[in-house]
């Protein structure tokens, strides 16, 4: 009986082996056809990401960026200086501490001393002293952040490395005159802050 079946089994072993690799081969090439559109959708993110083009660079980005505090810091000053009672300019937290008016009156110095150097310009010498009324010089300090705003109107970042002589005789770059330029507005901001505060006011900033 084994003897009489062994022809068919040995022609269906012989049927399997071809069937078996047709299949395996028609699943393969299944497989390969699908591969294809799986990797469409990231080649699509792609494409988008390409299309976004990149910010233009900005064109002398010190200078540009010393202008665009000198226009925030000065109405945050300028209001300070207009909030405090003029009765109260003379007021000094300790006897080693300056005035208020004197303050005022050193920051219309330093505007105009490096404002003068940053742009290469002779320093507008400022008609005023801590003497003055509150309103004199409300008016000078006004004044030297006009002349800082148009000195950097005239000024790039092509002449940064140019030595200038600042504070004392001290020579360094140009560019020590912005950074000092935008030191001082934090300082000067920060002390008419305190004595606002310690006469009970709220300075600018604190009001928004």
Do not use: W
């Not at 089994?9 to 591969?35: R, W, Y």
């Amino acid at each position: 009986m084994c003897t009489r079946f062994a022809p068919i089994t040995i022609m269906i072993m012989i049927k399997m082996s071809f069937i078996i690799p047709v299949v395996l081969l028609a699943a393969m090439l299944v497989v390969a056809q699908e591969k294809p559109a799986a990797q469409e959708k990231p080649a699509a993110k792609e494409s988008s990401v390409k299309e976004e083009k990149p910010a233009a660079p900005i064109v002398n980005p010190v200078t540009s960026t010393v202008r665009q505090l000198v226009e925030r810091q000065s109405k945050n000053i300028v209001a300070a200086a207009e909030e405090m009672p003029a009765e109260k300019y003379d007021f000094h937290p300790t006897e080693a501490q300056m005035t208020f008016a004197h303050l005022i009156f050193h920051i219309v110095g330093s505007n105009n001393f490096l404002c003068a150097k940053i742009s290469d310009q002779t320093e507008p010498k400022a008609e005023v002293t801590d003497k003055d009324t509150k309103a004199k010089l409300v008016e000078a300090l006004k004044a030297s952040f006009d002349y800082c705003s148009a000195a950097l109107d005239k000024t790039d970042d092509s002449k940064l490395g140019d030595t200038v002589t600042l504070f004392r005789g001290r020579t360094a770059p140009r560019a020590a005159a912005l950074i000092g330029l935008t030191n001082d507005f934090a300082d000067h901001y920060g002390t008419a802050a305190m004595y606002l505060r310690l006469n009970g006011m709220l300075p600018p900033t604190a009001q928004k």
